[in-house]
């Protein structure tokens, strides 16, 4: 019954390839977010949505776009994946701009 | 400059006894905390939240204590059972702001 779906689960890839995480959403909810969490910085924001189209800057988005076309569908894309990218990264959503968010089984990501 | 912090990295609880998660932050304007729980290989799930407007807030082995002037708060949980065992974060934001997550705790409860 999972609302929040993420692919790919994992994903080894090279330095310099470009990579694509999606989030798709079952929830209708209007926020969308990206986190990365790695050891000893917990989870940290990279980029979020606020509707279809609108998107934001999060605390560590350099090297980092994405896309929202449709509400249930928001898009993480490493342009050129370098090996300070490998972490695992997870998907969010909220129906509203604050109070409880709901996340995803993440995406672990390796870059060589 | 990490706004929301757990200095403390890991923690280990006897089955049956209290344990205490702590979390700090710096910004002032925070006014609605969160704490998330996470097993290994799953996402984030929500806990127990509490409003600044608020200084405790209980739901059934959980209970969040804020001390708005210390910039503190806590997590009790009470009896420790061994499926209690995950990482926790507390989150912060102010108004409709983003959530602010800290660093996390990993809860280890023993027989």
């Known amino acids: 019954d999972a609302g929040i779906t993420q692919s790919p689960r994992h994903k080894v890839t090279e330095t310099g390839t470009p990579v694509t995480l999606r989030c798709h959403q079952t929830?209708?909810?209007?926020?969308m977010y990206w986190y990365r969490q790695d050891p000893g910085h917990g989870l940290r924001l990279i980029h979020y949505?606020?509707?279809?189209?609108?998107?934001d800057k999060g605390e560590v988005s350099d090297g980092y776009s994405v896309s929202r076309s449709k509400t249930e569908d928001f898009l993480l894309t490493l342009e050129s994946a370098t090996s300070s990218q490998t972490s695992v990264y997870f998907c969010?959503?909220?129906?509203?701009?604050?109070?409880?968010?709901?996340f995803g089984e993440g995406s672990r990501l390796t870059v060589l | 400059d990490q706004q929301v912090k757990q200095n403390s990295p890991s923690l280990s609880v006897q089955e049956g006894r209290i344990s205490i998660l702590n979390c700090d932050y710096t910004n002032s304007m925070f006014d609605y905390f969160l704490w998330y729980k996470k097993y290994p290989a799953e996402g984030p799930t929500f806990l127990i939240s509490i409003s600044s407007i608020k200084d405790k807030n209980e739901d059934g082995r959980f209970t969040v204590f804020l001390n708005k002037s210390a910039k503190h708060l806590s997590l009790h949980i009470v009896p420790s059972q061994p499926g209690d065992s995950a990482v926790y974060f507390c989150a912060a934001s102010a108004s409709t702001d983003k959530l602010i997550f800290g660093t996390g705790t990993r809860l280890q409860v023993f027989p």
């Open positions: 969010a959503t909220a129906p509203t701009a604050a109070g409880e968010l709901f």
């Open positions: 929830e209708n909810h209007r926020y």
């Open positions: 949505s606020y509707g279809v189209k609108d998107t």
